[in-house]
């Protein structure tokens, strides 16, 4: 991995900070968040997901790619240790509306820890804000406040945190994470499971999703949202606009097969 043409690529400055600090680590997140999407177009393709490093980053600066939690908190990690940051890749489950919960450990979360404070460092998630959350217990919580919300990350022990969002004045569990370090070869049975049971959302939909400056885009196989605020704008997709919507919002060029049918 070269980190200075994954910095070119995310439009980081290399001097603005020498070592590790919170505002360095925002800084990070706010570039590769900005520049890098969510999205499950392979699996939607039929294309088998990697998480070998150097085809990550390949995949990401070289095709100008995004990828789902697997791949981008696996090179977000390497990229943050390359720049000295302590960080551990935890295992988490996704708090499904309605009170269901994905299967467990369907989602992999990084965890960073800067003079002895831990914080939630995700940039694989569907809404998070782009910024690190302090994980906290709940008389202590500190909220980070967001152009799509309020959030914040919160633990009742030492082995769990709750990412949550405010939502109509109450705080909604996004997920829940176990503070145990694990390496991405645990989640082997996630990562095939996610790709190839049709039980899968990420089988079943297509989905993509990315802040941006007024909020954030989030496309499926039938629509765009343009989320601003508490306002929601939403478009048709069809197999004639959507490579113009992906190009416009997501700045990706590829090709969906669903869509080309």
Known sequence: MNIEQLEQHLNIDANFYTEPSLEALNYYMQRFMFTVPFENIDVQNGVAISVNL????NKVVNHKRGGFCYELNSLFKAYLEAKGFVVH???ATIHIPGGGKSLDGSHVSLIVTIDEQRYMTDVGFGDLPVQALPITNVEDAQIII???GQYRA???DNHLVYSQKLIEGAWVTQYEAVLIPKSIEAFGYNIEYNQYHPNSIFVQRLLITQPQSFGRATMSHEQLTLTKGPQKEKYPVTSNNYRQLLQKYFNLDV???????
């Open 154 to 156: 919160i633990t009742n």
């Open 255 to 261: 090709t969906i097969n669903r869509l080309e049918k």
């Open 54 to 57: 150097e085809t990550i980053y």
């Open 89 to 91: 890749m935890v295992s």
């Open 146 to 148: 967001d152009i799509n």
